[in-house]
């Protein structure tokens, strides 16, 4: 699996965009980088991958980098519900393939 | 999207008993879940792949004769914590990847085990 490296702890301002950076300058040509994001006391939740493009779902917005070296997930009007660990990963190319969490960034959106 | 559910989601036990998770995808098949542990302020660490119809895989360091992971039909994986100790209170949380959705996996709710 890749490494990924993110900032320990990052803060917004409430209705502002959250821009989560990830480096993972080792990822492999067909490897995808997927976003997931803890909510304290609870399960992951998928938020949104890509490969190549740039992609939008209802969530978020995912920018990857032309070197794909890099990618910044974009919360575009951040909620105090957004407060969260968010993790990069890049779990290899199976799809099935196990998550093995790093320690992703601590977001915190204050009001 | 998919939903994957865990039960108990908290449970208190007495050390040296034992305690059984369930994990269920309930609207999809999972040849493949995965458990995890937390401890606070932690990240999550994998513990095991649970294979429907085979053994399991656990990771490094991590006792199969104290974790038994059972995948006994395509919606529902168990742990089984075997003689408890209070350090094996932790949070659990398995997952389970939907084929032919992207890759991405659905996690469960977690179960708070805390053991006495």
Redesign the interface.
């Known amino acids: 699996d890749a490494k990924t490296t993110q900032p320990t702890s990052m803060d917004c301002a409430e209705g502002r965009a959250a821009n989560l950076p990830c480096n993972h300058s080792t990822i492999s040509g067909n490897e995808?980088v997927?976003w997931?994001r803890?909510i304290h006391?609870?399960?992951?939740?998928?938020i949104i991958?890509g490969l190549k493009n740039n992609e939008t779902n209802e969530m978020a917005s995912l920018i990857i980098t032309e070197d794909r070296k890099s990618s910044t997930l974009i919360l575009p009007h951040a909620t105090l519900r957004d407060t969260a660990?968010y993790?990069c990963i890049v779990?290899g190319y199976?799809?099935?393939?196990?998550?093995?969490?790093?320690?992703?960034t601590r977001l915190s959106i204050r009001p | 999207g998919a939903v994957v559910s865990q039960h108990p989601s908290r449970v208190i036990c007495k050390s040296g008993t034992s305690v059984k998770i369930e994990c269920r995808s309930l609207d999809f098949q999972a040849t493949t879940m995965f458990w995890y542990r937390q401890f606070p302020k932690k990240s999550l660490m994998l513990m095991a792949t649970s294979n429907e119809g085979s053994k399991a895989t656990y990771e490094q360091g991590v006792e199969k004769d104290k974790f038994l992971i059972n995948h006994a039909s395509l919606t529902l994986s168990t742990l089984t914590v075997t003689s408890a100790h209070p350090e094996d209170s932790s949070f659990y949380i398995c997952s389970a990847p939907q084929r032919g959705q992207g890759g991405e996996q659905y996690f469960g709710p977690g179960t708070r085990l805390t053991v006495t």
């Open positions: 995808y997927y997931y803890q006391s609870q399960g992951p939740q998928y991958h660990v993790y779990p199976s799809s099935a393939s196990k998550i093995i969490f790093g320690s992703g």
